[in-house]
């Protein structure tokens, strides 16, 4: 990036450049704002571009599109590398002001709004909507002798592909849907046991995304209408039947065992007392918001989190959240499901920018 410090100026600073980033860009496209967005990645598609290599979306490309231009159709469920060609070719449709490589450091307020502290030199901006996502922060659950442990472990972040693992004793920690398509292809040249909190909930054969999404929506149109959280059912959690995952269910492997007690240098003792020895683990135990940038600001809670009403910081004005999850509105971390919440924080964003130079001018 070559932007001199005059140019470092924006009425909206989105940190991030990924799906969530990409549809309030589009709405806020639609307004007179000023909008730019800072992304650490060195090429577009940001979280998509480290997912594992035989990754898939579990649902149609009509069903996980951004909005204004539809995902090009597919045969079968959009591999990892055509949702990040799609994110590209949506940045460049819409000609979006994205600036990378560019690492938001820190965040902070000021006279006029925020100052945004990068390794390349300082931005400043009316508003600030961070949608860095959870990718680069990797959650890995606490064992005793974790440290200790020989082996080989790594996230599903990091995680790329069978091959490195043909032979060996692995452990594969995790019951979402990661955990499910990561123990499918391992299974398939390594010896593999499937550690799990519970026992995994599997969705029917013919349940995919869209009937997924279907559920996110009637939760929320029944939360608007005042029915209480507590009643209703879930969303996202189930395990999607996608075809590798049927097939490890045909050859028998889909099936898991309660957690371990503690690691030793070989292996992993288990809570009877009898030990296993293991050559690697892969943690599919899911991700945390990444906020360090906004920790300036005395923002996140214990949680992780940030207190939200809908996606506006309670106690930062100017400050949106958006595609960290539920809290930050419903299937608002899948590519359909952001629309929505893009759409109603845009329009808080450009109302607040206009408010904050009408009381300059």
């Not at 918001?289 to 106690?315: F, I, M, R």
Request: proline share 7%.
């Amino acid at each position: 990036m070559d932007v001199s410090s005059q140019d470092r100026w924006a009425d909206v600073v989105i940190v991030g450049a990924g799906q969530s980033a990409l549809a309030l860009a589009y709405f806020l496209k639609r307004t007179a704002e000023n909008v730019v967005l800072l992304d650490a990645e060195t090429g577009p598609g940001a979280a998509w571009r480290h997912g594992w290599d035989s990754l898939h979306l579990f649902s149609p490309a009509q069903w996980s599109s951004l909005p204004g231009w539809p995902m090009p159709p597919t045969q079968g469920y959009p591999t990892r590398d055509q949702v990040v060609d799609y994110l590209s070719q949506y940045e460049r449709r819409y000609g979006f002001r994205v600036e990378r490589p560019v690492l938001v450091e820190a965040v902070q307020q000021a006279d006029f709004g925020f100052v945004i502290k990068t390794n390349q030199g300082d931005w400043r901006a009316t508003a600030v909507v961070s949608a860095t996502g959870t990718w680069s922060a990797p959650f890995i659950p606490s064992y005793e002798g974790h440290d200790i442990f020989q082996g080989e472990q790594v996230h599903s972040a990091h995680y790329r592909s069978p091959a490195p693992y043909t032979g060996k004793r692995v452990l594969v920690v995790g019951g979402g849907n990661s955990g499910a398509q990561i123990l499918a292809e391992l299974s398939e040249v390594a010896q593999t046991t499937w550690v799990t909190p519970a026992e995994p909930l599997f969705l029917p054969d013919d349940v995919d995304g869209r009937v997924l999404f279907e559920r996110a929506t009637a939760r929320w149109q029944a939360i608007q209408a005042g029915s209480p959280p507590e009643d209703l059912p879930g969303g996202f959690g189930d395990v999607v039947m996608v075809p590798p995952v049927r097939a490890a269910r045909d050859r028998g492997v889909l099936h898991s065992v309660r957690p371990f007690s503690r690691f030793t240098r070989n292996g992993v003792v288990w809570p009877d007392g009898t030990e296993s020895p293991v050559d690697a683990v892969v943690w599919c135990t899911g991700f945390r918001p990444a906020l360090g940038h906004l920790a300036t600001l005395g923002v996140v809670e214990a949680d992780g989190k940030v207190q939200v009403s809908g996606t506006q910081s309670v106690n930062v004005p100017g400050l949106w959240l958006v595609g960290y999850g539920e809290w930050t509105g419903f299937a608002s971390a899948t590519l359909i499901g952001i629309m929505r919440t893009a759409k109603s924080t845009a329009a808080e964003v450009a109302a607040f920018v206009e408010n904050a130079s009408s009381l300059t001018s």
